[in-house]
């Protein structure tokens, strides 16, 4: 029989500190990291160091990558430093790559939080509630606390770690893939597998292992006319406005039931096999975990199966929002000189985003051309990436499998999922290995929505998860 000791010390010294692990994520979510807010670059270089002095406390060697600067609404910033930690050094031993994100989305009282968002709070069922806590703060700080509860039980961890956390991934992750590349042959010379936990369970009750993404591909689209904003009483009826031209075009983009219209866009969208559609069947998924996520059953397709098709393998449009126009409470009769529209797809297996960018251009430019306006239209593509697909066959799933039985008492479901970590796919290709997504949260967390949350439960078991799969790896050969 196999020795369990080691992982029961383990696993005790975790439940025995759970507060302290509470109180840990309660001091990174207290720093505002929004990549994406120039406004607060600098909170995001101040979690990057609040994670070096922990990886200090903790033994790690590191590197703070300097990856250069960008331009944000005309200001040059200093892009946030990539850490690479490395935590042990035996070659005896396997060496598991972890990725994870420091940075998160934009959060603001008034959009709807019951509560501060950057001030971690706990109800009375466990929800921490706080912006980053389940994205992607709680997940990256539950490989920190992994190792230090290894270190206070005594426990020899069974591999070589190296740690790359980034400060820019809701904002593009730029700088990232050319770090790789330039490393994969040094830093990143002898890894044997990565490990992401970077995603969610489908639903709320059951562990999953994650072996495919959709890619993303993200647009700006901008109309633009008078040399400044007008006043609609004197001007209204007189000239063409561009917010009336980009509401237009945005809703020429999808259905109200999610059907693209663009042309071109489904061409190369793989084709469902019978052997793929069988394995939705094991799936253990109900509308009603849809329901709880979304509060609301606004859902477009009334069975699992097919709702589960459009989240994993079919490309979707979402349009963002609008930059330039009215949004404070009240009524302002301003007439908006320039508007721009955010909007993305989701891509899918065979779908090229340089194509894709391609047919977006086309079509939007050709529909404004039908408009007869004098205004201006500029389209671009923000960033894109295409979709991740891995065998979840490997050792490394497979150990990962084993770890969700021991810590939860149950086989995980197998899942692709909707969302887009582009990193995943350069991970893979760049290193050749096999890339695991290990998610910790829950399908109703709300990332990057109001009330994110990340349960205590989720949390603590997702640190004996992670150690344990850890621990599972060391045994494949």
Not at 8 to 26: G, I
Not at 83 to 88: A, I, Q, S, V
Not at 404 to 416: A, G, L, Q
């Given at each position: 029989m196999?020795?369990?000791a080691p992982l029961?010390?383990?696993?005790?010294?975790?439940?025995?500190?759970?507060?302290?692990?509470?109180?840990?994520?309660?001091e990174a979510v207290a720093i505002p990291s929004v990549s994406a807010d120039a406004g607060h670059r600098e909170e995001v270089f101040r979690m990057g160091n609040w994670l070096i002095e922990l990886f200090k406390?903790?033994?790690?060697?590191?590197?703070a990558a300097d990856v250069g600067t960008h331009v944000v609404d005309g200001k040059t910033l200093k892009l946030p430093p990539i850490?690479?930690?490395?935590?042990?050094?035996d070659p005896n031993k396997?060496?598991?790559l972890v990725y994870g994100h420091y940075d998160v989305q934009p959060a603001l009282i008034e959009d709807g939080w019951s509560s501060d968002p950057w001030k971690l709070t706990e109800d009375s069922t466990g929800r921490l509630v706080g912006r980053g806590s389940s994205d992607d703060k709680g997940p990256i700080i539950g490989w920190l606390n992994a190792i230090e509860a290894h270190q206070k039980a005594g426990v020899e961890f069974p591999v070589n770690l190296k740690i790359c956390f980034e400060g820019m991934e809701e904002?593009?992750?730029e700088g990232l893939d050319d770090l790789i590349l330039r490393e994969a042959n040094r830093y990143f010379k002898d890894v044997d597998a990565v490990c992401i936990s970077d995603n969610y369970w489908l639903g709320v009750t059951k562990p999953c292992l994650t072996y495919g993404l959709r890619g993303i591909s993200y647009f700006k689209v901008s109309v633009s006319g008078p040399g400044r904003d007008l006043h609609s009483g004197v001007f209204g009826g007189t000239v063409y406005e561009p917010m009336t031209d980009l509401v237009i075009l945005l809703s020429k983009l999808v259905t109200t039931d999610g059907k693209i219209l663009i042309p071109g866009v489904n061409d190369d969208v793989a084709e469902l096999t019978d052997e793929e559609q069988e394995t939705y069947k094991s799936i253990e998924f109900k509308l009603h975990e849809l329901h709880s996520a979304i509060e609301s059953q606004t859902n477009i397709f009334d069975n699992e199966t097919r709702t589960l098709q459009a989240r994993w393998r079919y490309p979707s449009l979402s349009i963002h929002g609008v930059e330039g126009a009215f949004s404070a409470s009240g009524a302002k009769t301003v007439l908006p000189c320039k508007v721009s529209g955010k909007f993305s797809i989701r891509l899918v297996p065979n779908m090229d985003p340089d194509k894709i960018t391609a047919y977006v251009e086309k079509y939007l430019k050709e529909e404004f051309a039908k408009l007869g306006s004098k205004n201006k239209l500029h389209v671009e593509c923000l960033h894109g990436a295409k979709a991740w697909v891995a065998s979840p066959n490997h050792w490394n799933f497979v150990a990962a499998a084993k770890a969700?039985?021991?810590?939860?008492?149950?086989?995980?479901?197998?899942?692709?999922e909707g969302g887009s970590i582009p990193v995943t796919l350069t991970f893979q290709d760049a290193l050749n290995k096999n890339v695991l997504l290990l998610p910790m949260g829950r399908g109703d967390d709300g990332a990057h929505s109001t009330n994110e949350k990340l349960d205590r439960f989720n949390y603590?078991?997702?640190?004996k998860l992670l150690g344990t799969y850890l621990h599972e790896v060391a045994k494949t050969t």
């Open positions: 196999a020795n369990t029961e010390s383990f696993f005790n010294y975790v439940d025995q500190n759970q507060d302290h692990y509470v109180a840990r994520l309660r406390q903790l033994g790690i060697s590191y590197e850490l690479l930690g490395t935590y042990g050094n396997k060496t598991i904002n593009g992750s969700v039985e021991k810590v939860f008492n149950c086989k995980p479901d197998m899942t692709r603590i078991q997702g640190i």
